[in-house]
């Protein structure tokens, strides 16, 4: 089974940085896409970033210019590091890819700007 596991969420104060990572498990990141999520206060989830086995990334346009996703192939992770934090990235984030179809979830890692 596919599993997802996020870490490195926290307090951050506006303007800091700040890197996620998620281990993977019966998965090889750098053969699949992987996507990070993102479900902000009383909102639906939305994409981040992309990244794709030929190492194309994508981003939202809230954060591309400030956020770089990508993987450490030795040890099967996948990072997401944050950077001019704003409050309105607090969020639960989510490691995400899609196997036969079908999409496997993290359970999300908590980061809260502060102003």
Do not use: H
């Not at 998965?27 to 993102?38: C, D, G, H, P, Q």
């Not at 099967?76 to 036969?100: F, G, H, I, W």
């Amino acid at each position: 089974q596919v599993r997802l596991v996020e870490s490195g969420g926290e307090l951050v104060q506006a303007g800091g940085s700040l890197t996620l990572s998620c281990t993977a498990a019966g998965i090889i990141v750098s053969r699949n896409v992987m996507a990070w999520y993102r479900q902000r206060p009383g909102k639906e989830r939305e994409f981040v970033a992309q990244i794709t086995p030929g190492s194309e990334t994508n981003y939202a346009d809230s954060v591309k210019g400030r956020f770089t996703i990508s993987r450490e192939y030795n040890r099967n992770l996948v990072y997401l590091q944050m950077n001019s934090l704003k409050p309105e990235d607090t969020a639960v984030y989510y490691c995400n890819t899609v196997r036969s179809g079908n999409p496997y979830w993290g359970p999300g890692t908590q980061v809260t700007v502060s102003s």
